[in-house]
């Protein structure tokens, strides 16, 4: 073998021995890197496991004839939740993780009161809930006794905060600014005559009252007054003998899954002129598959309390992640419980714990711009400045009058 080609074998040991020695140098160089990383996982979670796990309730209807309005409003708790997570919130010195615990109270109040004393034995911070002010004026009777605040985003009878409670609150208008605008709306579309329907609930019944007053105070007779019941779904008699007094409208203080199935028999009987009154839950998206008539919904003046979500500010995009997350479930009080939950959460910062009896009164005093305007209480849990607004259906859409 000649002296040449001993060289390029001398040069490929050298540069054998470089890779080797660059090698090393890379494995080395890299270790503390993969330190750090190994460093910032353990850190990430030791500080997962140090975050105090609290418990946020909500309580609504999530079966029984009205489970889609019921899940839109956990559905806007639980998008709060999501949200205020997201943002790693500290309280007490410590990071604060929130948890759901949603339960059901079917519309029932008796559930509802059992359901309530669940929420106090498993010590939640705070409760949004419940939907109607039927299962919320009991259950607000068992939050009070063991001092968990609550807000309710949808419960419309002035009776809720009658009692007192500084444990309850209210983040829409109640059923008194709901029956004047219905009833002054009627008043300017030319109503003279109406016949009032209840279902006998606290809700229904509370309505139907107020807007009694409402109505003989813009002019209008009420020919007669008759109810039913929140399970009904024939209404046929009831509707006869109405016909029978021949009224320009009839008011119904109940829920969409009943007052659809009213419009369609109204139709049915030939009463396809006459408008149906009513406050919230007459203002659903669903009403017009639950008349079985784009036409006959047509006739529908419902009021609800706040602004629609297209009016908010942010309502656009807040709206837009919320049918992302939950596609064809929005229905009308997602706004108010995700405003609910948020508030609740605001107090806790404020006050710096989680403990109700520490930050109930930052609750009472709070001064919040949320999702559906500006919040704040009056002493009974009232909202300082309730907004109203009166929508109709038009081609199967709601949309403002």
């Known amino acids: 073998m000649t002296s040449s080609s001993r060289i390029p074998f001398a040069l490929s ?33 030791s500080a997962a496991a140090d975050a105090v796990e609290v418990l946020i309730g ?31 919130p500290v309280i007490g010195g410590k990071p604060v993780h929130f948890k759901l615990v949603a339960e059901d109270d079917a519309g029932d109040p008796r559930q509802a009161t059992t359901v309530a004393q669940k929420m106090c ?18 259950a607000a009777d068992v939050y009070n006794k063991c001092g968990i605040p609550h807000v309710t985003p949808a419960a419309t009878n002035p009776d809720v905060t009658k009692a007192g409670y500084n444990t309850t609150f209210r983040v829409i208008a109640n059923d008194n600014q709901l029956a004047e605008a219905v009833a002054a709306s009627a008043a300017q579309q030319g109503v003279k005559t109406v016949a009032i329907v209840d279902d006998r609930t606290a809700f229904g019944q509370g309505l139907a009252d107020t807007f009694e007053e409402a109505a003989k105070q813009n002019g209008m007779e009420v020919v007669v007054r008759e109810f039913t019941n929140d399970r009904a779904t024939d209404f046929m008699p009831i509707l006869t003998s109405i016909k029978a007094r021949n009224p320009d409208a009839i008011m119904f203080g109940g829920l969409d899954a009943q007052g659809g199935p009213m419009l369609r028999q109204m139709q049915q009987l030939g009463m396809s002129q006459v408008k149906l009154l009513g406050g919230d839950p007459l203002c659903t998206e669903r009403m017009p598959e639950l008349s079985g008539n ?3 919904v047509q ?10 979500v297209q009016r908010m500010q942010g309502g656009q995009d807040w709206l837009q992640r919320y049918n992302k ?69 038009q081609d199967g859409k709601r949309v403002e009058q």
Request: hydrophobic letters at 45%; a neutral charge; charged letters at 15%.
């Open 13 to 45: 040991l050298c540069a054998l021995g470089a890779m080797l020695s660059l090698a090393a140098c890379s494995k080395q160089e890299a270790a503390p890197a993969a330190g750090a990383a190994s460093a910032a996982a353990s850190a990430t979670a």
């Open 58 to 88: 909500t309580v609504s209807p999530l079966s029984g004839g009205i489970a889609h309005v019921g899940k839109d409003v956990e559905n806007g708790v639980r998008m709060a939740i999501d949200d205020i997570n997201a943002s790693q």
């Open 121 to 138: 034995d498993a010590k939640v911070a705070g409760v949004v809930g419940h939907l109607q002010s039927g299962t919320t004026i009991p």
């Open 294 to 296: 784009v036409a006959t």
């Open 299 to 308: 006739n529908v003046i419902c009021a609800t309390g706040g602004i629609s």
């Open 325 to 393: 997350a939950y596609s064809g479930q929005f229905q009308i009080y997602s706004p108010y419980s995700y405003d609910a939950t948020q508030v609740l959460v605001a107090a806790m910062k404020q006050a710096d714990s989680t403990d109700p009896k520490v930050y109930l009164p930052k609750l009472a005093a709070l001064q919040y711009q949320g999702l559906t305007g500006e919040i704040s209480f009056t002493p009974r849990g009232e909202l300082q400045k309730p907004a109203v607004t009166l929508y109709r259906f």
